[in-house]
C-alpha cells in the first residue's frame, strides 16, 4: 500500500514534464506564507473556485489595512466585498467570528505564534476555533507551519479511492486517518497539491478524462 501511493504522487508529479498537460499543474495555488492570511484564504475557498477567492481576500486585506483590524470593521462595509462569492452574509460573520476568536487567545489577529510550537500542537489549536475543519487546519499547517501532513479534499479523496489507495466511496472525512499511514517523510506537499491538480483537471467526478491519465494502468475506475 505504501507503494502504490508514493507511486501515485510520483506518476501525478511527473506529468507535469508534459508541455500540453504542464498546464494542469500551476506552481502555486495562491497559497500564503502567512498563517493568518493563509486561513482566511481557505475559508474564503470553502464552496467557491479558488481563483474566485483571491481578489476578494485582497481586497478584504485592503479595507482592514491589517487583520488585527478586521474585528472591529463594520459588517457592512466587509459584505459587498465577498458577497460576489455567494453566502456573503455568511462569509462575513464567519471571518469576523475567527478573527475575533484569534484575537482574543493571543491579543492580537495573529497565527505567527503557531509556527514556534510542535505541529500537533498549532494543529490542536486550529481545531478549536469556530468555522475550522480538519481540513482546513491541515492546509494550514502544510502551507504556513512547514507540517508535514496531508489535507484531503473531495479531489484527494476520490483519485486515491479510484487507483485503490483508500476503500472506495470513502467520505472525505474519514480519510485523514488513512493518509497518515501510507504517505512516506517528505511527501505530504507534493502529493496533495498534485492530487488537487489532478483531481479538478482530470480525474473529475464527472467525466474524468481517462485516456489522458497517468495513472491509468492500475485504475480500478478506468478498467
Request: hydrophobic fraction near 40%; proline fraction near 7%; charge should be positive.
Amino acid at each position: 500500500m505504501h507503494y502504490r501511493i508514493n507511486r501515485t504522487a510520483r506518476l501525478v508529479e511527473g506529468d507535469r514534464s508534459s508541455a500540453r498537460e504542464s498546464l494542469w499543474f500551476p506552481a502555486t495555488w495562491g497559497n500564503h506564507k502567512n498563517p493568518t492570511t493563509e486561513l482566511f484564504y481557505l475559508l474564503l475557498t470553502v464552496k467557491t473556485r479558488i481563483a474566485d477567492a483571491r481578489p476578494h481576500l485582497r481586497a478584504l486585506k485592503k479595507l482592514c489595512g491589517t487583520w488585527n483590524q478586521l474585528p472591529d470593521v463594520p459588517p457592512d462595509k466587509i459584505r459587498p466585498i465577498l458577497d460576489p462569492l455567494g453566502f456573503g452574509a455568511k462569509r462575513t460573520k464567519i471571518l469576523m467570528v475567527v478573527a475575533d476568536r484569534i484575537r482574543h487567545d493571543f491579543s492580537c489577529v495573529s497565527l505567527n505564534r503557531l509556527k514556534r510550537q510542535p505541529i500537533e500542537t498549532s494543529l490542536a489549536y486550529l481545531r478549536t476555533l469556530p468555522f475550522v475543519g480538519e481540513k482546513v487546519a491541515r492546509c494550514v499547517a502544510l502551507y504556513t507551519l512547514n507540517g508535514d501532513i496531508s489535507p484531503m479534499d473531495t479531489h484527494a479523496t476520490r483519485v486515491l479511492s479510484r487507483t485503490g489507495v483508500l476503500p472506495r466511496d470513502i467520505d472525505p472525512k474519514k480519510a485523514h486517518a488513512w493518509i497518515d499511514r501510507l504517505v512516506e517523510p517528505g511527501a505530504s506537499y507534493r502529493l496533495h497539491v498534485n492530487l488537487l491538480a489532478h483531481g479538478q483537471q482530470c480525474c473529475k467526478a464527472i467525466a474524468p478524462q481517462c485516456t489522458h491519465c497517468p495513472l491509468i494502468l492500475f485504475c480500478r475506475y478506468a478498467r
